[in-house]
């Protein structure tokens, strides 16, 4: 067998039911998950008569490159919305459809890591697991950049040693952050950027959340966005990631699209043909109705602020809470370790959350999730304000 699959480390939900194991939380209090970032608002109406309405493309075998029409629309939102000149991203060169960005977070790392040069790839610490799955799975040795408190959160990319910056074949930045919703600036990209010439590596952008934030007149920037306005203009180093799960609520459709550096995407189409992960045409044209519409995800956002707004109403006065930029996670601190917290917040009040320490590494002698756990406001309002009262109830218990 591959011998670097024994590298690859238990999921952090293995992590979490070991945790839960033979705990029987009170049956009076129905179960609330806030630990799962999957996106429960329903699936417009819209995207699922635009899957049926094409139902009869499942006769067509679909290729890796997907619909130009498709292609075309990703290219065009794209544009819009990282305030991009149209015309500005090529359809043809400069877009992949991808089966949502999971898979292609992964894969991308296949295409672009050379083994023989004792690689090394970059991500944040905590992180999206697949990062350093795929980073092992490829050969490459994972550097863990923690993002603590004091840097409010966010990637400090000058405590990367020189030694580290010269192996690097590929960085991921994962912003808006899951678990921390902070949002890297203009100046954090073009701060990269100018390391990406200098060690030649590729940015993989992990933006699937940038659609998700709280002020409308401030959406978060996108690496495209700032490349394009440093004047890179073909986005060389750049690979973003988007998709239609946190958008547009449709995490089942599996759809997303890669969009950035068209000699990266030449070479990762290639690795793609062979693996043989084309999306579906009926999903294809679920995709362009969804990336075609804002309106709905306009009222996604609403229904995100709302909830963050009463939950942490109700939360304030007894921890130290406050709403992200954007995402839809909390990042909460706790006042004893955050395994005994998740467990004990279970035990007492039948509600999960995630320990942060699962979702990171020790690294430069701490492990930056610990004493934090993430919080998914992903349940209805009712539920989300049910919990945060016994969120309270527990944490009062505490002191
Ligand atoms: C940071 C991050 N990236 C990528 C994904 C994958 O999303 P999808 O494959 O549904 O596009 C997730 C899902 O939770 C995520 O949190």
Request: charged share 20%; net charge negative; proline share 8%.
């Amino acid at each position: 067998m591959n011998p670097y699959l024994s590298q690859l480390h238990p999921y952090p939900f293995e992590k979490l039911a070991t945790l839960k194991q033979g705990i029987t939380p009170p049956a009076e209090k129905p179960h609330i998950a806030l630990s799962i970032g999957e996106p429960k608002h329903a699936t417009p109406h819209f995207i699922q008569e635009a899957l049926l309405q094409h139902l009869h493309g499942l006769t067509q075998y679909p290729t890796t490159k997907g619909l130009l029409e498709l292609r075309q629309t990703i290219a065009d939102w794209t544009c819009r919305r990282f305030g991009i000149p149209a015309g500005g991203v090529d359809a043809e060169t400069q877009v992949l459809p991808v089966n949502g960005t999971r898979e292609a977070l992964f894969s991308l790392v296949q295409a672009v890591i050379d083994p023989a040069e004792k690689p090394v790839v970059i991500m944040p610490n905590p992180f999206y697991q697949i990062y350093e799955g795929a980073a092992l799975l490829a050969g490459a040795e994972p550097y863990y950049l923690n993002t603590v408190e004091a840097d409010g959160y966010l990637p400090d990319f000058d405590s990367v040693p020189e030694a580290i910056w010269q192996r690097c074949q590929l960085m991921f930045i994962c912003s808006p952050g899951n678990p921390t919703g902070t949002v890297l600036s203009k100046a954090d990209h073009l701060k990269l950027l100018a390391l990406a010439d200098q060690y030649d590596f590729v940015i993989a952008s992990d933006e699937c959340y940038t659609e998700l934030y709280d002020d409308e007149a401030n959406p978060p920037q996108g690496l495209l966005q700032s490349a394009y306005q440093a004047g890179n203009t073909d986005f060389k180093r750049c690979v973003i990631f988007q998709s239609l799960s946190k958008r547009s609520n449709a995490p089942g459709l599996r759809s997303g699209f890669v969009a950035g550096d068209a000699e990266v995407l030449q070479q990762y189409f290639k690795y793609r043909t062979y693996h043989g992960c084309p999306m579906p045409v009926p999903t294809q044209h679920a995709s362009i109705a969804a990336w075609n519409d804002e309106e709905h995800v306009k009222h996604n956002r609403q229904l995100y602020r709302d909830k963050f707004t009463a939950f942490i109403e109700i939360l304030q006065d007894v921890c130290d809470i406050s709403q992200p930029p954007a995402s839809f996670y909390i990042w909460l601190k706790t006042p004893i370790s955050d395994t005994e917290f998740a467990r004990e917040l279970f035990a007492q009040q039948n509600i999960t959350v995630l320990p942060g320490s699962y979702l990171s590494r020790d690294s430069g002698g701490i492990n930056p999730g610990a004493n934090h756990v993430r919080i998914a406001l992903v349940a209805p309002i009712e539920e989300c304000i049910e919990a945060a009262q016994r969120i309270k109830t527990f944490i009062n218990s505490l002191s």
